[in-house]
């Protein structure tokens, strides 16, 4: 599992501010680009993540649907934590 995540920009995809739902598109440094799930209440929590299928998977290599990426959802939270980029993705 040498495969580390970068997180390289987030865009806010749709929300339900009502239900404190977001969804954002979170894309890596190479290209691997994944759609991650917040909840807001009572706190931010990554409830989802799963992979666009646009490019192949950067740890199995396969371009349909694989659990991979649910198992660095902990680092790529770190990284839009550390980043601030939910903040940023709502300012847009
Ligand atoms: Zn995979």
């Not at 739902?21 to 979170?26: G, N, P, R, T």
Request: hydrophobic share 35%.
């Amino acid at each position: 599992m040498s495969y580390r995540p970068s997180v390289d920009n987030v865009t806010k995809a749709s929300s339900n501010e009502k239900e404190g739902l977001y969804e954002f598109i979170v894309t890596m440094v190479d290209g691997t680009a994944c759609r991650v799930f917040f909840h807001r209440d009572p706190e931010w929590r990554l409830t989802h993540i799963s992979r666009l299928q646009r490019t192949p998977c950067p740890v199995c290599r396969k371009d349909f649907i694989c659990k991979c990426m649910d198992r660095f959802s902990g680092e790529i939270r770190q990284q839009i934590d550390h980043g601030q980029w939910i903040e940023k993705a709502l300012a847009q």
